[in-house]
């Protein structure tokens, strides 16, 4: 009772706070219109709309935590999962050795290197132990930081019968996890990915790996998966990890009955070059939790 009261709290809240940020109903419209004329040329297309979560749908990141004017705000997965014990490569005590040793020299390495590290540090961990521990964190605390914008984004393309999809550079062992408070089955949720063998983690990474143009090969497979699939929208919050497949979602050639996809970038910053002909370029900050626009407001 108490998560289902909690979930009619958060979305009536959301639509709430989503009211003082004016670029959600405009998009809503602009993809719905898209996704009639698509339907009208061709009845069994299946539009999808295609999310990173870091940063677009979460504020935050849900696997680094988020930090504002100093203070934390809330601690990311991999600092909640190595401190309660579900990591195989690092004890309790050694989250500090992560943070300030291990993971920076693996960045000085590549990202292609470090941000899979981050779901092989479970190896021999089994899923369901790490899922039930997300799940409560997602519901705790994650859902609370969701941007109300993007939810009800969300919810409405959803509501009209567009899929809607999660692509991220995070752990999908983290991922995946959100999909009772987003209300997606799962299997919609894809991060960065290992194998699993009977019921276990692994250290063998499954490509591709969804960053960068990792992202659009993902998106493509996705569309492919689904008969008729279209993709219709995409939304993003950086340049160097998003900026390829929302150009790729947004520069697609031939649509159905000539419609065009769209792509949002969220609290994206400067304009990079290349990029100004393609993004709708929105600022949000409401969260679920905090009506009125006092996204800052820590949840305890």
């Known amino acids: 009772m108490r998560s289902a009261a909690l979930t009619l709290l958060l979305a009536l809240v959301c639509s709430a706070a989503s009211a003082a940020e004016q670029h959600a109903k405009p998009i809503i419209q602009q993809v719905l219109a898209n996704v009639k004329l698509i339907k009208a040329a061709d009845p069994t297309a299946v539009p999808m709309a295609f999310w990173d979560f870091d940063g677009t749908i979460i504020k935050g990141d849900v696997s680094e935590g988020l930090e504002e004017k100093g203070e934390q705000r809330f601690k990311g997965l991999i600092q909640r999962t ?141 569309v492919l998966s689904r008969p008729h699939g279209v993709a219709v929208v995409a939304f993003g919050n950086s340049y160097s990890t998003d900026g390829a497949f929302l150009r790729y979602v947004a520069s697609q050639p031939s649509l159905p009955g000539g419609a065009k996809g769209t792509a949002v970038m969220v609290n994206g910053g400067k304009v990079v070059p290349g990029y100004t002909e393609h993004f709708i370029c929105v600022e949000q900050s409401d969260v679920c939790h905090s009506p009125g626009g006092a996204g800052g407001n820590v949840a305890r």
């Open 82 to 222: 190595i401190e309660e014990g579900y990591s195989t490569v690092y004890g309790r005590e050694e989250w500090k050795r992560y943070r300030e040793v291990d993971y920076p020299r693996l960045n000085e390495m590549g990202r292609w290197i470090s941000w899979p590290f981050n779901a092989q540090i479970y190896a021999g961990r089994s899923v369901a132990d790490l899922d039930a521990f997300c799940l409560r964190e997602y519901d705790l605390v994650y859902r609370k930081w969701y941007f109300a914008s993007s939810i009800a984004m969300l919810r409405a393309l959803e509501k009209a019968g567009v899929e809607n999809y999660v692509v991220s550079a995070s752990p999908e062992l983290f991922v995946a996890n959100a999909s009772p408070t987003l209300q997606l089955p799962r299997e919609r949720l894809r991060g960065i990915r290992v194998h699993l063998s009977a019921g276990f983690v692994t250290t063998q990474i499954v490509y591709p790996l969804p960053m960068g143009e990792g992202k659009v090969e993902l998106v493509r497979e996705l």
